[in-house]
């Protein structure tokens, strides 16, 4: 079992619709959990992290984690074609040190 | 607030050949972090500063390969006798420090291709 497992995808969505990516993790000492976003040949661009249980909000983008159950989730809402990237999920296993899931490839259909 | 820098951006090299990668981290930054990714992989971590201390190196890490930050500002990473499973994008991270001052930030990647 990886310590960060993501669905790779392509999860297709359509344009203005909600999108839903997943995460789960096994270290349940994990504390900072981050999701990145990544064009293709670029490098990983920081969305939103989170550290408490709950939903966290920011602009279009909503983090959810679930500790007790081991996961974290991205929803985009109104998706754009611009939104078509990798999604990674990070999980912050010590102060330092994060341990990357594999990505999400998402496709936003206009 | 400039963000992490990284050169060269490309480097083609052929087999055998030693290479060396800069990182300019955010200048406030204490923490420095390498990271190799290839394709359709996340990115898998090489090794970790705090100022100029090297503190973590991963243990999959070839000796091959080694890595500095000599003054607790910019690192170079050296790859010696290149080989080809060497070819992957090397990205460089910083951050502030821990908690929540621990979100990396990224800056835009070393392509090295090894012939």
């Known amino acids: 079992q990886k310590e960060v497992e993501q669905n790779s995808g392509p999860l297709s969505v359509p344009e203005g619709a909600i999108a839903s990516l997943n995460c789960t993790y096994s270290d349940r000492g994990s504390q900072s959990f981050f999701w990145y976003r990544q064009y293709s040949g670029k490098s990983p661009e920081l969305i939103m992290f989170?550290?408490s249980n709950g939903d966290k909000e920011d602009g279009r983008f909503t983090a959810q984690l679930n500790k007790a159950s081991q996961y974290v989730s991205l929803l985009i809402r109104d998706s754009q074609p611009s939104d078509s990237a990798t999604y990674l999920c990070a999980v912050g296993r010590s102060n330092y040190q994060l341990i990357w899931g594999a990505g999400t490839k998402l496709i936003i259909k206009p | 607030d400039t963000g992490v820098s990284q050169n060269p951006r490309h480097k083609i090299t052929k087999r055998g050949q030693n290479v060396t990668f800069r990182c300019d981290p955010i200048s406030e930054h204490n923490r420095l972090y390498w990271y190799r990714q290839t394709l359709g992989q996340g990115p898998e971590f090489l090794t970790y500063?705090?100022?100029?201390?090297?503190?973590?190196k991963s243990r999959l890490l070839s000796d091959r390969f080694s890595a500095e930050r000599p003054k607790g500002s910019f690192s170079t990473l050296e790859i010696q006798r290149t080989e080809q499973g060497d070819s992957a994008m090397y990205l460089c991270?910083?951050?502030?420090?821990?908690?929540?001052?621990?979100?990396?930030?990224f800056g835009p990647g070393t392509r090295l291709t090894v012939l």
């Open positions: 989170i550290y």
């Open positions: 500063f705090q100022n100029e201390a090297q503190l973590e």
């Open positions: 991270a910083s951050s502030r420090g821990s908690g929540e001052a621990s979100t990396q930030y």
